[in-house]
């Protein structure tokens, strides 16, 4: 099982994102951030970070709180691919470069995907968060040294 998340102060502004990797009783905490991005990237930074860290190919389980990364790779993506990485009213998709970076590191991989709602007391879920505002206030912290 996978948990992910994204945040952000300001959209744009500083954010963060966060994965909790679980197989078994082992843990994997992961974690980072970027001075100048947005949600919807860190939303996504998760979820890339997190299939990249696995080790070998194997069946892993998403669950994300961003309704944009589960309609995009559950919805959108395959019109977006058909439409040359165009959005239905013919505009670039928005994060493109992330969106191609999650699909190459999902191809190993047995990917199924699930939604949760956001802070609505779901552990995991909320761990992922703070993760993601731990990625968001180290990357302040170093940058200010």
């Known amino acids: 099982m996978i948990y992910t998340d994204g945040a952000c102060r300001g959209n744009p502004g500083p954010g963060g994102w966060g994965a909790l990797?679980?197989?078994?009783t082992k843990e994997l905490e992961i974690f980072g951030g970027e001075r100048d991005t947005t949600?919807?990237?860190?939303?996504?930074?998760?979820?890339?970070q997190a299939l990249q860290a696995l080790k070998r190919p194997c069946r892993?389980?998403?669950?994300?709180?961003?309704?944009?990364?589960?309609?995009?790779?559950?919805?959108?993506?395959p019109k977006w691919i058909n439409q040359?990485?165009?959005?239905?009213?013919r505009q670039p998709v928005k994060n493109a470069d992330l969106w191609?970076?999650?699909?190459?590191?999902?191809e190993p991989h047995?990917?199924?995907w699930r939604w949760v709602k956001g802070h609505a007391?779901?552990?995991?879920?909320?761990?992922?968060?703070?993760l993601a505002n731990?990625?968001?206030?180290?990357?302040?912290?170093?940058?200010?040294s």
């Open 21 to 24: 990797l679980r197989y078994g």
């Open 39 to 48: 949600n919807n990237r860190m939303e996504l930074m998760a979820a890339i």
């Open 60 to 77: 892993a389980i998403i669950t994300t709180d961003s309704t944009y990364v589960m309609k995009g790779i559950t919805e959108w993506l």
């Open 84 to 89: 040359g990485w165009r959005t239905s009213t």
């Open 100 to 106: 191609r970076e999650l699909i190459k590191a999902g």
């Open 110 to 112: 047995e990917v199924e």
């Open 121 to 130: 007391g779901h552990t995991d879920n909320e761990r992922a968060d703070r």
């Open 134 to 144: 731990r990625g968001m206030d180290d990357m302040l912290k170093n940058n200010r």
